[in-house]
């Protein structure tokens, strides 16, 4: 807009010292005349050429012309920088979208009066503009101007048309910049028209809004699909019935759980259960792999205007970055959604081997990574159009489909070949003397074991995958499934500014799984502080509950540490089962105490007394909080050398018992648990043994 009366103050002080100039000039002249000798014939005083009088006239008028023609220059330069600064001003604001457009669902309807509005006022304007002295028409103008140039466009209009018909203003606008009588009012006839082009065009975008499936913001963000996020969404539930939780996932299922893709599934009857995703658990009742059904849930688009809050779950994507600071996330379609707590459950994704990652695509395209409902269902298939399969990876996860493949070998033709590198199956968690019976387990499953299998390369040659171990050894095999380990998922540590663990991997989390102010982290993900085992990082079901319903709580603000001691278990069919907690390592040293099995000393027993396979489901609702051990009557111990059937073993740290599997031992978790809390030494494990009650037949 034009400062004019700021241009008025800079020049009224010239005006008035060219004034102070002339008055000066007028007595000095006088003086002059008083004191020069009237020697001079009159005439010569003011017609003279060599009179002194009429040089010093001259010299006065030249120097007044002089200081109005600066003046003049001054004047015109600062108007004219003030037009340049307003029409700079005017399309910044033009380019601008325009507030008028977003509260005016009708703008076009404004055109006709913005063009008409100069034929009425353009002979009063035209006057003043062409008889106003220069210094005032454009000062006392442009305050009247500035205002209504934004707020209302045709009480512009009659400025402009000063200089130029109305008609040349609607056929050619520009024509108005080379008129210099008033140029500060060029700036409006070129403003007008840019800004009609937005008005115009925002009513078609407003006219077909598309239908926004992700809400912009929701008090509670849950990153990931899986058990942590769905505990978590059931806590927070729980404590603020209203809440409005919104879940986000890379994959295109429901929260589900892991461990039935690895156990029950695979020994379904069902031929359409990769289908359906029910299984009959070992006790023979029936249950879907989702935690809960699609009704359950409400879309993300209702979310918002839920009036009692609910859980909605946008499956298909993947957030790719976190803006801390903005307490806001970005999707991978570059949707952004604003959150009032987030909690990161990332879980993992499952490792390679680098042999394999560099053997090419065609091997690549033969190797499964075992972790996802579709993963499952592509071996599933896979499975039943090969003749060879091999399993590399002797840790659970392999153990587990080494024994559900071998179980179906009996049923086809199928080859099933397990290797790794330890000694015996789950050798890195099991003593060697049970890694060998488990090992014996395996292989009576028709598994064909291959251990201390280091590998040394991977090639396709004549359609068939040609594993080259480092001792020599050549494994055949049409297909191969990796099971060599989880790698946490942090790749929002960089963009949220989170803290990975050098040691575990993992967000370094604190006692409250509070990685930084509103985000927490649960499940796979996160590395926490145990106040009894120092930190870790737990990959299993039950810690994924634990965690993600106490972080739950916590982001409704229950600020409660995280203490408990997690369990894990693990199935080798129908027959064999065990249950752990704590750290488990064969490297420690151990002390077993075994009995004799009997019929309810199986894992479909413990099913059936517990009334769901997910054990831990059942056992972490009512212990977590309070577990207390009940002491059991002192039998006799017998322990059986040769006979595993059922047993304790404790893993030791410095005498202190740190870890503790028990063998086909069901629903004895809670005693387990406060041994470890209480971290004391036991100078006779047998009689800790008693607690467990093994002997009881």
């Known amino acids: ?284 009742k029936e249950r879907s792999i989702y935690f809960q059904p699609a009704s359950f849930y409400i879309s993300p688009e209702e979310l918002d205007s839920a009036e009692n809050g609910g859980v909605a779950v946008l499956t298909g994507k993947k957030v790719v970055h976190m803006d801390v600071r903005g307490n806001k996330v970005k999707l991978d379609d570059e949707t952004e959604i604003s959150y009032d707590k987030c909690l990161i459950a990332t879980g993992g994704v499952p490792r390679n081997l680098q042999v394999i990652e560099r053997a090419g695509d065609e091997v690549m395209k033969r190797t499964t990574l075992f972790r996802k409902i579709e993963d499952f269902k592509a071996l599933d298939k896979v499975s039943r159009n090969i003749q060879s399969v091999t399993i590399i990876g002797g840790g659970f996860l392999g153990s587990e489909l080494a024994c559900a493949l071998g179980r179906r070998s009996n049923e086809s033709d199928l080859e099933v070949i397990q290797m790794f590198p330890e000694k015996g199956n789950m050798g890195k968690v099991l003593p060697e003397y049970l890694s060998n019976w488990t090992t014996a387990k395996v292989k009576r499953e028709g598994v064909k074991v291959i251990a201390e299998a280091l590998v040394k390369s991977v090639t396709c040659k004549d359609d068939k995958l040609e594993i080259q171990l480092k001792d020599g050894r050549l494994v055949k095999t049409d297909h191969i499934v990796a099971a060599v380990g989880l790698e946490p998922n942090v790749d929002l540590a960089k963009s949220a500014g989170l803290e990975v663990d050098s040691d575990f991997g993992g967000y370094r989390v604190n006692a409250e799984l509070q990685a930084r102010s509103n985000i927490w982290v649960a499940g796979d993900a996160a590395c926490f502080y145990d106040i009894r085992l120092g930190r870790r990082r737990v990959e299993h079901h039950d810690h994924a509950v634990v965690s993600g319903r106490l972080a739950g709580e916590n982001m409704t603000g229950a600020n409660k540490p995280y203490w408990h001691q997690s369990m894990f278990w693990s199935d080798l069919g129908p027959d064999v089962g065990y249950e752990a907690i704590g750290i488990v390592d064969s490297s420690l040293p151990t002390v077993g105490v075994f009995a004799k099995a009997t019929a309810k000393d199986t894992p479909k027993a413990a099913t059936e007394e517990s009334g769901t396979g997910i054990r831990s489901e059942s056992e972490t609702e009512d212990t977590a909080v309070s577990p207390v051990a009940s002491s059991l009557p002192a039998p006799v111990v017998q322990q059986n050398k040769d006979d595993y059937g059922k047993g304790v073993i404790f893993y030791l740290r410095d005498k202190v018992v740190v870890g503790i599997i028990l063998w086909n031992v069901f629903n004895r978790m809670p005693i387990a648990r406060k041994i470890i809390k209480d971290g004391e030494e036991h100078a006779d494990l047998n009689e800790v043994a008693k607690l467990f009650n093994i002997h009881e037949d």
């Not at 009708?106 to 006022?121: I, S, Y």
């Open 1 to 284: 807009m034009l400062k004019c009366r700021t241009a008025w103050k800079k020049l009224a002080p010239l005006a008035r010292a060219s004034s102070t100039v002339c008055r000066q000039n007028v007595r000095r002249t006088g003086l002059t005349n008083g004191r020069i000798p009237a020697l001079v014939p009159a005439a010569h005083m003011s017609t003279g050429p060599a009179g002194g009088g009429g040089g010093e006239n001259r010299l006065y008028f030249a120097l007044v012309g002089a200081a109005f023609v600066a003046t003049g220059i001054y004047a015109y330069r600062t108007v004219k920088g003030d037009k340049q600064r307003y029409q700079e001003r005017i399309d910044e604001i033009s380019s601008r979208p325009s507030k008028a457009t977003e509260s005016d669902p009708e703008p076009p309807a404004e055109e006709p009066v913005v063009e008409a509005a100069p034929e009425e006022a353009a002979p009063v304007e035209a006057a003043q503009v062409e008889a106003a002295p220069v210094e005032a028409a454009p000062i006392e103008a442009a305050p009247e101007e500035a205002a209504p140039i934004e707020a209302a466009p045709e009480e512009a209009a009659p400025i402009e048309a000063a200089p130029v018909e109305a008609a040349p203003v609607e056929a050619a606008p520009e024509e108005a910049a080379p008129i210099e009588a008033a140029p500060e009012e060029a700036a409006p006839i070129e403003a007008a028209p840019v800004e009609a082009a937005p008005v115009e065009a925002a009513p078609e975008e407003a006219a077909q809004p598309p239908a926004a499936p992700v809400p912009s913001h929701t008090p509670y963000l849950l990153i990931g699909g899986g058990t942590a996020s769905f505990a978590a969404a059931r806590s927070i539930r729980a404590r603020d019935p209203n809440a409005k939780v919104l879940i986000v996932t890379d994959e295109p299922d429901l929260p589900y759980m892991r461990p039935p893709l690895s156990k029950e599934l695979w020994f379904s009857d069902d031929p359409s259960v990769t289908d359906t995703l029910r299984f009959k658990q070992w006790n023979g």
